[in-house]
């Protein structure tokens, strides 16, 4: 049990102390910077970036985006983005657009979107590959829509065309491609999707929150890339996260429409209450206009050449990632990324790749794991940065050292005892306290997740749901302390 931390002091604090406060909290955090945590941090390894975002940041930090009558800067600035973007990817300066907070949000818009330009249809659907981001399965609970996952080919990974034309229905409001798959690092066929949804009359939101910014900079560097953007016909949105390989600061994403009435769907406005009338484009009202300057400042400071030139390196990095994953025995990358994602499985029963995630991290190296899923094998994820280039040595040293360390452990027993216990359980009833004794058993502790990532593995999808959420408020709970 910890003891409270007082949050509002009674009296006012020096503003000096704070930073030392906020180090010890930050101590235990995975790295940000230098390419070691191959998941959710994205490093330019340029101070002068860095620098140049944050000062951005800052100038911008009490304008409200709520209002872009009150702040003309925000419109100024949010059309120079969306413009860049739209520019490089298959539209141009006209291209209608969003800046959003980050790829859920543009994903949700983009749902709501095409659910709203079809307000006939009762019950909407949408058809995403099994692949595709959870933002998706989000968007489909927020806004009452239903998903349909349709299987995807279990050898490439990619999204099967006719299976996808197949799920549509007369509910289907969108169809929808990944540009790339964040768990595989593949691109769907895009092409064939978008001509086959057009046809239907349907839209095609391309998923690129990940790929978008960095695609069009491998093709420039010699990669094979699909097509993928609003050059290819039929598609008809496409989100692209500038705080993925755009390197800017959280809270960056851009949202394009092929035409205005789709974005016009995406918009939102109330006029019948007694306040102000609010008219947004995103799902936030009162918003920081940070996020929106510092990607503009990045993308000034980084420029065409500077994406070039990290887009060389994260493809020289995965390339030499690939090559050496391929002398260590025991590991195989799955597929054949077109990205700079990577996914490592095993066909080895003694190789538990929850345990190899633990033995990496404990290396200095942070993989993420990934779970089974509609018949798609568990793997760990890796996405290459401008920086990895200089730390791919350093990794297949660690991966080779965990994959000796786990698989001399030998194959680890499934967790029959846990589950036998979770399902005394009503999960929708586990209380934090109740969950909180018993994560330990599962292994839980200080960067150790492998007995908790084996159990929720072990589950069927709907139960992992529930697990997830309870294990969320325990860790918000008294109960919990991970440090
Ligand atoms: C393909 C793809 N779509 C959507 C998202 C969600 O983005 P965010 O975490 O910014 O909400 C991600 C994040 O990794 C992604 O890779």
Redesign the pocket.
């Given at each position: 049990m910890t003891t409270a931390h007082p949050g509002l002091p009674q009296f006012g604090r020096p503003a000096e102390e704070l930073p030392d406060e906020l180090r010890a909290m930050t101590a235990h955090d995975l790295p940000t910077r230098g390419g070691r945590t191959t998941a959710y941090t994205y490093d330019a390894g340029r101070p002068d970036v860095r620098e140049a975002a944050e000062r951005a940041y800052l100038a911008m930090l009490d304008v409200n985006g709520l209002d872009p009558t009150a702040f003309p800067s925000i419109v100024a600035l949010e059309r120079r983005v969306v413009g860049a973007v739209a520019t490089r990817l298959g539209g141009d300066d006209g291209t209608p657009g969003i800046f959003t907070s980050?790829?859920?949000?543009s994903?949700l818009l983009a749902v709501k979107a095409a659910r709203d330009c079809r307000p006939g249809i009762a019950e909407p659907e949408i058809v995403v590959p099994a692949t595709a981001?959870a933002?998706f399965f989000k968007a489909g609970r927020y806004l009452k829509v239903k998903v349909v996952a349709v299987p995807v080919d279990p050898g490439t990974f990619r999204a099967v065309p006719a299976a996808m034309a197949a799920a549509c229905t007369s509910n289907t409001v969108l169809v929808v491609a990944?540009a790339p798959?964040?768990a595989h690092g593949v691109v769907d066929p895009v092409t064939e999707i978008a001509a086959d949804a057009a046809g239907r009359g349907l839209p095609c939101h391309v998923?690129a929150?990940?790929?978008g910014w960095l695609l069009p900079w491998l093709a420039e560097a010699g990669a094979a890339v699909p097509e993928f953007d609003l050059s290819v016909p039929g598609v008809t949105s496409l989100?692209c996260?500038l705080?993925?390989f755009g390197y800017a600061p959280k809270g960056a994403?851009v949202l394009l429409f092929r035409d205005r009435p789709m974005r016009l769907a995406a918009y939102f406005a109330c006029a019948q209450w007694p306040g102000y009338p609010v008219v947004n484009s995103t799902v936030q009202s009162s918003k920081g206009a940070g996020p929106l300057a510092a990607a503009w400042a990045t993308l000034q400071v980084l420029g065409a050449d500077g994406y070039r030139e990290l887009g060389r390196a994260a493809l020289t990095a995965t390339r030499r990632l690939i090559a050496g994953v391929d002398t260590i025995d025991g590991l195989r990358v799955l597929g054949s990324p077109d990205a700079t994602l990577v996914a490592l499985g095993t066909d080895d029963a003694a190789l538990d790749l929850w345990e190899l995630a633990d033995e990496t991290r404990a290396r200095g190296f942070f993989l993420q794991p990934q779970l089974s899923v509609a018949g798609l094998p568990a793997s760990l994820h890796l996405t290459l940065t401008g920086v990895s280039e200089l730390g791919v040595d350093g990794l297949l040293d660690a991966l080779r050292e965990a994959v000796a360390a786990v698989g001399a452990r030998g194959p680890v027993a499934p967790p029959t005892e846990l589950l036998a216990l979770l399902d005394q359980f009503d999960l929708t009833d586990l209380d934090d306290a109740t969950l909180a004794a018993l994560l330990p058993a599962a292994g839980f502790g200080p960067a150790r997740m492998a007995g908790v990532n084996r159990l929720l593995d072990a589950l069927p999808p709907e139960l992992r749901d529930q697990l997830a959420t309870r294990f969320l408020s325990a860790l918000y709970s008294p109960y919990l302390e991970q440090n």
């Open positions: 980050g790829g859920t949000e994903i981001h933002a990944s798959s964040y998923d929150c990940v790929g989100s996260d705080h993925k994403s």
